[in-house]
């Protein structure tokens, strides 16, 4: 974990994050929390790191998401040498 990030007021951002029980609460909360922007953009980071995952190359990654190469590459870096997140996120689902 990223020591820089683990602050009283990120614990307080996750927090009210676990809390949340439906996606209406979800929608609700990140729509008060982030601009319209940057949830799309956080959305197509999660879209393209399943794509990757499915093994898509980065152009068909790019057509259907319209993410730049990039930010595809930066997730590939994530899904390869990052924290697991993604992966942990992935298993959960399936």
Do not use: P
């Not at 980065?58 to 997730?75: D, M, N, W």
Request: glycine share 4%; hydrophobic share 35%; charged share 25%.
């Amino acid at each position: 974990m990223n020591k820089k990030l683990k602050t009283d007021a990120v614990d307080q951002l996750f927090n009210a994050i676990l809390c949340l029980q439906t996606r209406e609460e979800c929608y609700t909360f990140f729509e008060d929390l982030c601009t319209v922007n940057e949830l799309l953009s956080l959305s197509q980071r999660y879209e393209v790191a399943a794509m990757l995952r499915n093994h898509k190359t980065y152009l068909e990654i790019a057509e259907k998401t319209g993410a730049s190469t990039a930010t595809i590459s930066r997730v590939n870096r994530s899904l390869n040498y990052g924290n697991d997140g993604y992966n942990m996120v992935f298993e959960r689902l399936s």
